[in-house]
């Protein structure tokens, strides 16, 4: 046998049952020179069976380890940082969600930037356009000012529109219906830079129904050939009515197609269908409203999905954002996350991540099945809840609220996600029935 073979072979032996050594160890242990041992330790680098690395110390020595050793240590590790996590109750969890998306009034953001935090948490999550500007956004910004969607909007920093494909298209009886303006259309506002991938996760493989000739068929073939247009620039080039360039932008965003550059459009649209309201059944000399109402920015096609999206990748951005969004995940907490990637393939991804010391993986909550993955900073947080005395904290939220979790996480019949509903948490448990009356959109 070669003498590089018994030096390999000798190693595999040490290796094998002992953890990370540094090769200037290893040549001690057995009486070999280092260049016979550096040699050995690449050969069985080359076989697969060791692997080099820092694995007790980032800034000590290199150190090799057998492959399989290297796997039960982190088994171990795993386990061990599992046992250490002490479980919360469903109503400590909840009092912890009300923190960690900032609806407790210590804990809300400011400004536009706080706006970006919020968009930056919440993407994906497809919520009743009205509701967005109503409830949403000033649960979670103090003072909340409508400027402040407006500049993260213009500046190239946030889009929004529909990520989901729609399941039904209006029946031919009723052609309107689902065309014109609604508060109830679902949309979510995102980071821009995160729009394909995120389009790839709630979509996969449907593709939004294409109209059919007509006027939103008009305006989609316009903004392709020529591009963002404004809503007047559209009326010329299409040659129709301004009231059917509305309804066609709509039925657009309703479809999953269009999108503006400015969160003004919606505000443009709920206001012209206002205004038409208004109007009905009399003729209006002045048109100034009108006019104003149309200074809401370009509307532009949403692009199309990321192409070729690695699985695996894929898999690991939506891991990323719900622990963003939710601090724990675990499946039953997704029943109203719009997300077209398998349950499995994100706790494939979750378990790869908890692998690489990104997340924690452990039970942090009781009363729930299945494995639970969380966010780094959401563990101290989760103790600091658990130790937090109960004084009566009250939070009001719309129904539409991300944070509805009646039937959920908390016990008791779901409260129905709409805008006129609402749900109040006292201590992070349902007050009464959980619904509050007078909450309109």
């Known amino acids: 046998m070669e003498p590089e073979a018994v030096a390999a072979e000798t190693l595999r032996g040490h290796l094998d049952i002992s953890g990370p050594c540094a090769a200037a160890d290893l040549a001690q242990a057995t009486a070999l020179g280092v260049s016979e041992v550096s040699l050995a330790l690449v050969r069985l680098e080359t076989e697969g069976f060791a692997l080099r690395g820092r694995f007790s110390d980032p800034s000590g020595p290199e150190e090799w380890c057998a492959r399989r050793v290297l796997t039960r240590i982190h088994a171990y590790s795993r386990q061990r940082k599992r046992r250490e996590v002490e479980p919360v109750t469903a109503r400590d969890f909840m009092r912890f969600l009300l923190r960690w998306q900032h609806v407790t009034p210590d804990t809300r953001r400011e ?186 920015g370009r509307w532009s096609l949403l692009p199309a999905p990321m192409a070729d999206c690695d699985p695996d990748e894929l898999a690991e951005a939506v891991a990323e954002q719900l622990a963003v969004r939710w601090g724990v995940v675990f499946r039953d907490l997704l029943v109203r996350e719009n997300i077209a990637v398998p349950w499995r393939e994100v706790l494939w991804a979750f378990r790869r991540m908890e692998a690489r010391g990104t997340i924690s993986g452990g039970r942090f909550v009781n009363g729930f099945s299945g494995e639970q993955f969380a966010h780094p900073d959401a563990v101290a947080v989760l103790r600091e809840i658990r130790k937090r005395p109960r004084d009566g904290e009250t939070v009001v939220l719309s129904a539409a609220d991300p944070l509805n979790l009646v039937g959920v996480v908390l016990p008791g019949p779901r409260i129905p996600a709409v805008a006129t509903n609402s749900v109040s948490y006292t201590d992070g448990a349902v007050t009464s029935d959980g619904t509050v009356p007078g909450l309109t959109a």
């Open 111 to 296: 400004g536009s930037r706080g706006v970006l935090a919020v968009v930056e948490q919440l993407q994906g999550f497809e919520l009743a356009a009205g509701a967005w500007e109503k409830a949403i956004l000033p649960a979670r910004v103090t003072g909340y000012r409508k400027e402040w969607l407006d500049e993260v909007c213009l500046d190239g920093g946030v889009a929004w529109g529909r990520l989901s494909v729609r399941d039904s298209e209006p029946s031919p009886e009723l052609p309107s219906r689902g065309l014109t303006p609604s508060r109830a259309t679902p949309i979510t506002l995102m980071i821009r830079d995160d729009l394909a991938w995120l389009l790839a996760a709630a979509r996969g493989s449907a593709c939004p129904a294409s109209p059919g000739p007509g006027r939103t068929r008009d305006v989609l073939d316009a903004l392709a050939a020529r591009g963002a247009l404004f809503q007047t620039d559209l009326t010329v080039a299409t040659g129709r009515l301004p009231g059917e360039i509305e309804d066609a932008l709509w039925d657009g965003v309703a479809r999953g197609l269009l999108t503006a550059d400015g969160f003004r459009a919606v505000r443009s649209l709920f206001a012209q269908r206002s205004l038409a309201q208004t109007a009905l059944g009399r003729h209006r000399l002045r048109r100034g409203g009108q006019l104003a109402s149309r200074t809401a």
